[in-house]
């Protein structure tokens, strides 16, 4: 129960956008961008393996990150309660927008697997994928960043 909580806790904080006005969702610059990049290509380039993990169902907590755009911003939300089928994810968003408002916390949404910006799963309390965390820990606080660290299956 404690490691679903944490996992609530990190899905809900990882939304990565800039806004003068941002939620608690939204980080604001302090990471490299060039790194964001290639975590995002790494999760497209591997998310077949995720596929293949989430229709195993051995996992669990399974999520997605969508990029919504509204007027010309980006925000990116993890999706929850994940499913795949004909070539699409669908879920849940998780989080409140900060940018966009043409979705809302808790509405299903679905994208193409080509077009999502990360995925991840927990499995014996271990985070896979989630990419797009990893050049975020830099403007997280220390001991944070340590915790995030130290549940990565892969570092």
């Given at each position: 129960?404690?490691?679903?909580a944490l996992l609530s806790?990190?899905v809900?904080?990882?939304?990565?956008?800039?806004?003068?006005s941002?939620p608690?969702t939204?980080?604001?610059?302090?990471y490299?961008?060039a790194e964001m990049?290639?975590?995002?290509?790494?999760?497209i380039s591997?998310v077949?393996?995720?596929?293949?993990?989430?229709?195993s169902g051995?996992?669990?907590?399974y999520?997605?990150?969508?990029?919504?755009?509204?007027?010309?911003e980006?925000e990116?939300f993890?999706?929850?309660?994940?499913?795949?089928?004909?070539g699409?994810f669908?879920?849940?968003?998780n989080?409140?927008p900060?940018?966009?408002?043409n979705?809302k916390m808790?509405?299903?949404?679905?994208?193409?697997k080509t077009?999502?910006?990360?995925?991840m799963?927990?499995?014996?309390?271990?985070?896979?994928?989630?990419y797009?965390?990893?050049p975020?820990l830099v403007?997280m606080?220390e001991?944070?960043?340590?915790?995030?660290?130290?549940?990565?299956?892969d570092?």
């Open positions: 129960m404690k490691m679903i806790t990190l809900i904080t990882l939304a990565v956008a800039g806004c003068d941002k608690e939204l980080v604001k610059g302090g490299d961008e990049s290639a975590a995002t290509e790494r999760a591997e077949d393996t995720f596929i293949a993990e989430l229709k051995q996992s669990e907590s999520a997605v990150k969508a990029p919504i755009e509204d007027a010309g980006v990116h993890w999706l929850i309660g994940v499913t795949y089928a004909d699409r669908s879920g849940t968003i989080n409140e900060g940018m966009v408002s979705v808790g509405q299903q949404y679905s994208l193409s077009e999502i910006s990360d995925w799963f927990m499995r014996d309390g271990k985070m896979h994928g989630n797009t965390l990893r975020l403007t606080p001991s944070q960043a340590e915790m995030y660290r130290q549940m990565f299956a570092p």
